[in-house]
């Protein structure tokens, strides 16, 4: 099989075992990270019933998150990612112990909501630290994994995992605590996530690139000056910074499920699941048939029509109205995720995978976090469905002002 016939076939990097526990792995780490996502969001605010501390739980992730992104970016390209990846799901099981722990009857007896629901913030800050080494450790193996033909297919077909393993985290975790609460809910989550540690432990160690005794800031500013030198990544990520930054309206799912739509926990999974069914039918289709030309512009088109899909849930007062919007704001998003993820894997050599990934995970995964504290925050000062509106409006003129001020990555084609 050609180059050329490789590099558009969608299945070849499936036929790797390596890329199979890889995918495997992921899906049911993530689907345990989303669960647990869901999860927290539901006990939050049934604690405290303010859309503040939605927010606050970003905020708590996003903090050290980014702080530590920089620094874990040099520490991964010099360390061997799959001993660090193992080591970050160690760290995820612990801290599912300790959310087992603080939501037993026992512990709802001896503590006030709010200082559970402060507890509850330290943990999820410690989440944060793991997730600045963890994020970028996986999107860097990809190229370990995978030769260099095959990385759009594998990066189309990491996308969708992830996106798959984010509905059926997101809606599992809706019944869950419909049938059998907070607390058995995150046992649950122990067992997903124990099993994605022992997929991964099948991948085998992989070569470090990056050797030598060079100064740890050296190494950061490297990876910093490769991408606000490359102006195609550094237009997509933070084109994707603010659309989520201010689009970021599933921060209060649980608002809008509880008090508007009224629809409980189950709704409350399924509205959680919309976006993301939304993406993985346009990952799906899009790793079959994957998209020719213009794709820098079409990326932009995918996030001015997320932002208007945020406006029209917002003013929602049905759920399958509420449901729809966030399920086509998904199909917007699934194309924004295949041609961002595309560029980074292409465009970043294999010595700086690490550091770039990081940098990538401060612009787009702490994104979602920011916004979810920005949501909150908003929520607070305007009415939970102004605020919305409002961040879908913003999102919008993102698109608007990124369109003029980045003509590179409008014109970005591979």
């Known amino acids: 099989m050609s180059e050329q016939s490789q590099?558009?076939?969608?299945?070849?990097?499936?036929?790797?075992?390596?890329?199979?526990?890889?995918?495997?792995?992921?899906?049911?780490?993530?689907?345990?990270?989303?669960?647990?996502?869901?999860?927290?969001?539901?006990?939050?605010?049934?604690?405290t019933g303010s859309p503040l501390a939605l927010g606050l739980v970003g905020l708590s992730e996003v903090i050290p998150a980014v702080s530590l992104a920089l620094y874990a970016g040099q520490y991964i390209d010099r360390n061997e990612k799959r001993q660090l990846l193992l080591r970050c799901i160690l760290l995820y099981l612990c801290c599912i112990g300790l959310f087992i722990f603080l939501s037993s009857p026992s512990m709802n007896q001896k503590l006030d909501p709010w200082t559970t629901s402060l507890?509850?913030?330290?943990?999820?800050?410690?989440?944060?630290?793991?997730?600045?080494?963890?994020?970028?450790?996986?999107?860097?193996?990809?190229?370990?994994?995978?030769?260099?033909?095959?990385?759009?297919?594998?990066a189309a077909i990491s996308s969708a995992t992830w996106l798959v393993g984010s509905i059926c985290g997101h809606a599992l975790a809706g019944f869950l605590i419909a049938w059998i609460g907070i607390h058995d809910s995150f046992f649950v989550v122990l067992l997903f996530t124990g099993l994605g540690y022992i997929l991964l432990s099948r991948i085998q160690p992989k070569p470090v690139l990056v050797?030598?005794?060079?100064?740890?800031?050296?190494?950061?500013?490297?990876?910093?000056?490769y991408v606000f030198h490359t102006k195609e990544l550094l237009g997509a990520m933070t084109l994707d910074l603010f659309a989520v930054l201010f689009g970021g309206a599933v921060a209060l799912v649980p608002v809008f499920?509880?008090?508007?739509?009224?629809?409980?926990?189950?709704?409350?999974?399924?509205?959680?699941?919309?976006?993301?069914?939304?993406?993985?039918?346009?990952?799906?289709?899009?790793?079959?048939?994957?998209?020719?030309?213009?794709?820098?512009?079409?990326?932009?088109?995918?996030?001015?029509?997320?932002?208007?899909?945020?406006?029209?849930?917002?003013?929602?007062?049905?759920?399958?109205?509420s449901f729809l919007a966030l399920l086509?704001?998904?199909?917007?998003?699934?194309?924004s995720v295949i041609i961002r993820s595309t560029i980074l894997q292409l465009k970043t050599p294999d010595e700086l995978r690490g550091r770039v990934m990081s940098v990538s995970s401060m612009f787009i995964n702490s994104s979602n976090e920011l916004g979810q504290f920005e949501s909150g925050v908003a929520a607070r000062l305007m009415g939970t469905v102004t605020s919305?509106?409002?961040?879908?409006?913003?999102?919008?003129?993102?698109?608007l002002i990124t369109w003029f001020k980045a003509p590179s990555l409008r014109k970005m084609e591979y």
């Open 388 to 399: 919305v509106v409002f961040g879908g409006c913003m999102t919008i003129a993102v698109v």
């Open 211 to 225: 050797t030598g005794k060079a100064n740890t800031w050296i190494r950061v500013k490297e990876g910093l000056q």
């Open 7 to 47: 590099r558009h076939d969608p299945y070849a990097a499936l036929r790797l075992p390596e890329f199979r526990y890889f995918i495997a792995g992921r899906f049911v780490f993530i689907m345990g990270l989303r669960m647990t996502g869901t999860v927290i969001g539901w006990w939050v605010y049934l604690l």
């Open 257 to 321: 499920a509880k008090d508007i739509l009224q629809v409980g926990p189950i709704g409350f999974g399924w509205l959680n699941a919309a976006m993301d069914i939304g993406s993985i039918i346009t990952v799906t289709l899009l790793t079959i048939k994957p998209l020719r030309s213009k794709q820098g512009r079409i990326l932009f088109y995918a996030v001015a029509g997320y932002g208007v899909c945020i406006i029209f849930f917002a003013l929602s007062n049905m759920f399958w109205l």
């Open 119 to 154: 507890i509850i913030f330290g943990v999820i800050a410690a989440t944060g630290a793991i997730r600045s080494f963890s994020g970028p450790t996986f999107s860097s193996l990809i190229a370990h994994i995978v030769p260099r033909e095959n990385l759009p297919s594998a």
């Open 328 to 335: 086509l704001s998904g199909c917007m998003d699934g194309v």
